[in-house]
């Protein structure tokens, strides 16, 4: 889930997508560390059953994920798989989503996992079925106009919350606001050490302390905020543009394409997933919309 490619470090070739630096810290100690996986189905499912869609799954890692099905990407899941012609079967772990190809897939617990970054050198992953931006989120009364990382007005921000490691990281050193916010950052993970163990900033806490006037503004990737900024009347979300670079002139995206994701070794399941997709579309554009996840048109097909 879009989350668990991102054990790589943010260098000179901009890997994709969101926390990159929450597992930065991570050693020997939280790589050979192990969670059980257990499935939704009280009797395992055999991994050649045709019939069953074996999903890797986060219990706690909502807006994604959650052993009650209340997760977007669970409900994309069962909808995939009714158009696959298969039953959903969860197979969830207690451990964050980062790890569920190296811990769940790999291992061959499951077979899919949902909101992969299109082209995740590790996996197989599908045509993109939605493509997600990151935003600036800020209350609807802020006397702030902010529309892009050139607006002037971001300098007047008392605080802005973002997660280390992403593009957003990137930007706020290129405008040399970094420093100002950086202990405001770790005092939304209560300064938990992050060098035995992955550090989720909780997105509802992060879009709560706009809320509340703690901070100026956040910026956030825009699958994980959305269900709380739209369910607070006082704030909205802005689209960050997808033209950004860095201060040496390096493109820095901000728009990622979002795929399922298999095994390299299983294709037959890959290309029944793409001919579900067409499908299950309309359905999964629903969801998205119904967690009120921005619109950007899908990028141009090469």
Not at 227 to 254: C, H, Q, W
């Amino acid at each position: 889930m879009t989350r668990e490619q991102n054990e790589k470090r943010f260098t000179n070739s901009l890997p994709s997508s969101i926390q990159l630096a929450a597992v930065l810290g991570i050693t020997a100690l939280a790589i050979f560390s192990s969670s059980p996986s257990h499935s939704d189905d009280t009797s395992a499912t055999p991994a050649n059953d045709a019939s069953v869609l074996r999903i890797c799954a986060a219990a706690k890692e909502l807006p994604y994920s959650a052993s009650d099905k209340s997760g977007f990407e669970n409900k994309i899941a069962e909808i995939l798989a009714a158009a696959m012609g298969r039953k959903a079967e969860f197979v969830w772990s207690e451990k964050p989503a980062i790890y569920a190809v190296r811990d769940q897939l790999d291992k061959k617990l499951c077979d899919l996992v949902i909101g992969a970054d299109t082209g995740d050198d590790r996996v197989l992953t599908s045509r993109p079925y939605y493509r997600a931006p990151y935003v600036f989120i800020i209350r609807n009364d802020s006397p702030l106009k902010i529309e892009n990382w050139d607006s002037p007005d971001l300098a007047k921000a008392n605080l802005i919350g973002f997660v280390q490691g992403t593009p957003a990281e990137v930007m706020m050193n290129k405008i040399d606001l970094y420093n100002d916010s950086i202990n405001y950052v770790s005092s939304l993970t209560n300064f938990k050490d992050k060098r035995n163990s992955y550090t989720r900033i909780p997105p509802e806490r992060m879009v709560g302390e706009v809320a509340d006037r703690t901070s100026a503004l956040a910026v956030a990737f825009a699958p994980e905020v959305a269900r709380y900024v739209t369910a607070n009347n006082a704030l909205k979300m802005v689209v960050i543009s997808d033209n950004n670079v860095r201060s040496d002139g390096e493109r820095v995206p901000f728009h990622f394409d979002q795929s399922f994701a298999v095994r390299k070794d299983d294709k037959d399941l890959l290309t029944a997933i793409d001919a579900a997709l067409p499908k299950a579309q309309a359905k999964i554009e629903s969801v998205l919309k119904e967690e009120g996840v921005p619109y950007v048109p899908p990028a141009p097909r090469t």
